[in-house]
């Protein structure tokens, strides 16, 4: 995983390098199937590798389109998150009835002793 | 057909039964929303219930509130207590809400009955509810074109006369577009003006409820009684709610209206001018902008003049990168807040040998194709190395636009621009994502900036199909950007109704 991340910062250098140069912008594609591939990775997508092109296709599509803002100076204007100011916003530390926890775990896809139940998370049965 | 108001002064005067009232548009339902498919479920034995309830409140003398018997319909990632909420996605098929979203209440409070849920594009991502996993909503207008979206459910459901009244939510124009393209009124209000608890969450800093009617007094009503302060939602703006009825009387005489430049370059101003219109300083338009829509938005801006507004032109620069800023931030917001579907608490689970392999083999299956592609395009922009290119340098963006608004509302009250680049199309012909997501490109800036806006037919553009302008006001300005868009909708020429039997004109040619 490492590895990959080394060749995908070296990718990046290389694009911010020639902002304004439209050929070599064409030469290095916006994302390649391996950066798909690990993306999918951690967002925990299982995909086939005729998807991992697909996606690649589809991804690098609106990553082109996304290179407009590299001709963009701003570095004098802040980033925004938000569009509200609305700052250390608190309630009334009051009692109130939570949503019953029945009704939610009749909804889970498995559940028992009053608790969500998943598969084994490190791999072997306790 | 009738407005939400006339319904409930019927049912409140006892003039009209809200049982009777259910029946009539339950019927339609029965009769054509096996062509139109804006529900995804209707609630039709639920609602007989609320209906009686209704009337029994009136037989007591009591009043059931300003929606008394109106039927409503909400779009399907609004939360509805024990009725199936599935974003129009295999993830959540069969899900049941364990709470009622905070809209829901408040319209069922103010005496609405819910009819249905509608369809949507899968966990409101996309403009025409062809990504719905349950199959597109067409057009009332033109069954082979699409109804807009990702609210296109709702936003058909009112144009063909399913309901006087639907809720439904704007990321990015999800409730504009639709309107537009189905020829109704659809509002997306002040980024924290209507509570967003029991909204399934798609891009937080973005994501707005608001109502679709017939009519800007209809939509009015409804976003009179979702707006307000709700501590279950910290991004809620504790303001007051105005009369927003009062506003649709005042008329715009003296109101200063500024066309956005960028948003109307294909018009005969520019044209006339040989080019930029003066005082445009950008030069930038945004592409792809049907020349007659921009007509109807130019004869709207004249018929504001007409009724007394001061109109001029008015350069927006920082829109010409709102698409490329929401499709870097939207998605990134949406990998996280999608991260909840793993196959443990709601929803669909693949079983894997382990926890991880149950997450990747349940999101493979429960996702579609372009919710797929949205939250690897946010996981990418957000990852390590590329943050400060694609996430940082959009929030950037994000704050010119803001900027760049202020300017403009230095000098203007309301802006006018489309509300959509073309009217309907038909289904398949923008399935390539850069030409989906361009639908978007007069709506997003009102996201990006947190400020009102709302789309009103205006005329009509390509094959007779609805045109809609879109009216924006700085934050918190909604009275004046409904007196401006009441005064739009007296000045519209008639729009006639679609061609579905039983279905009336949905503005103008009322009156």
């Known amino acids: ?126 | 057909m009738s407005t939400a108001l006339a319904i409930a002064a019927d049912i409140r005067s006892g003039a009209r039964r809200a049982a009777d009232v259910l029946d009539d548009f339950l019927g339609r339902i029965e009769t054509h929303d096996g062509d139109v498919h804006a529900f995804n479920t209707v609630t039709a034995e639920q609602a007989r219930a609320a209906a009686a309830a209704i009337d029994a409140l009136v037989d007591e003398g009591r009043d059931p509130g300003p929606l008394a018997g109106v039927p409503v319909a909400f779009k399907d990632n609004l939360c509805t207590r024990g009725v199936a909420t599935t974003c129009s996605s295999r993830m959540l098929e069969g899900w049941q809400p364990p709470y009622d979203a905070t809209v829901v209440q408040a319209m069922t409070a103010a005496g609405a009955v819910m009819i249905g849920k509608t369809n949507l594009d899968e966990f409101a991502m996309g403009s025409s509810t062809e990504h719905s996993a349950f199959g597109p909503t067409r057009n009332p207008y033109d069954l082979g074109r699409v109804p807009g979206g990702s609210s296109g459910g709702s936003a058909a459901a009112v144009a063909a006369g399913f309901a006087p009244l639907a809720l439904g939510s704007d990321t990015g124009g999800s409730i504009r577009q639709p309107a537009s393209l189905c020829g109704i009124v659809g509002i997306k209000p002040t980024y924290g003006r209507v509570s967003r608890y029991g909204l399934v969450a798609f891009a937080s800093s973005f994501d707005q409820i608001g109502p679709f009617a017939t009519d800007v007094a209809d939509a009015a009503l409804a976003l009179g009684v979702i707006s307000g302060h709700d501590p279950a939602d910290s991004t809620s703006i504790p303001a007051a709610v105005p009369d927003f009825a009062a506003a649709l009387g005042r008329g715009v005489d003296g109101l200063r209206v500024g066309v956005v430049s960028e948003m109307t370059g294909s018009g005969r101003n520019r044209a006339a001018n040989g080019g930029s219109p003066p005082g445009d300083a950008a030069g930038d338009v945004l592409d792809g902008i049907d020349a007659d829509v921009t007509e109807r938005v130019l004869e709207a801006a004249d018929a504001l003049a007409d009724a007394g507004a001061t109109v001029g032109r008015v350069s927006v620069p920082a829109v010409t990168y709102g698409l490329t800023a929401y499709y870097l931030i939207a998605p990134a917001e949406a990998s996280s807040n999608l991260a909840r579907y793993d196959g443990t608490r709601y929803g669909l689970r693949v079983d894997g040998a382990d926890v991880e392999e149950m997450n990747r083999l349940t999101r493979r299956a429960g996702f579609g194709d372009e919710v797929k592609a949205r939250i690897m395009l946010g996981t990418f922009a957000l990852s390590a190395g590329y943050y400060d290119a694609y996430y940082g340098k959009a929030q950037r963006v994000r704050m010119l636009t803001r900027r760049d608004f202020d300017a403009a509302y230095a000098d203007f009250d309301v802006l006018l621009s489309p509300t959509s680049p073309c009217v309907a199309f038909r289904f398949g012909e923008r399935a390539d994502p850069m030409t989906m997501y361009r639908c978007d490109t007069c709506t997003i800036p009102s996201n990006l900036s947190g400020d009102p806006a709302m789309s009103v037919p205006f005329g009509t553009g390509a094959d007779d199909l609805p045109v809609g302008v879109q009216v924006m006001a700085p934050a918190l300005g909604e009275e004046t950007m409904l007196t401006v868009a009441a005064a739009l909708e007296r000045a519209a020429p008639p729009l006639p109704g679609p061609p579905l039997a039983g279905v009336a004109g949905s503005t103008g040619a009322r009156t």
């Not at chain 1, 060749?7 to 020639?18: A, F, I, L, N, P």
């Not at chain 1, 925990?44 to 590798?49: A, Q």
């Open chain 1, 1 to 126: 995983m490492s590895g990959a991340n080394k060749s995908e910062k070296r990718q990046v250098r290389q694009q911010e390098g020639s902002p304004t140069h439209a050929a070599s912008r064409e030469e290095v594609t916006a994302i390649s199937t391996d950066q798909v591939a690990h993306v999918a990775r951690l967002a925990r997508i299982e995909l086939t590798p005729d998807e991992i092109e697909h996606y690649t296709g589809h991804l690098g599509r609106v990553l082109e389109h996304a290179r407009e803002l590299e001709d963009l100076d701003l570095a004098d204007v802040p980033p925004l998150a938000h569009p509200y100011p609305l700052r250390n916003v608190f309630r009334d530390d009051v009692p109130s009835t939570p949503v019953d926890r029945d009704d939610v775990l009749e909804q889970a896809p498995a559940a028992s002793s009053g608790q969500f139940e998943v598969p084994p998370v490190l791999g072997e049965e306790v």
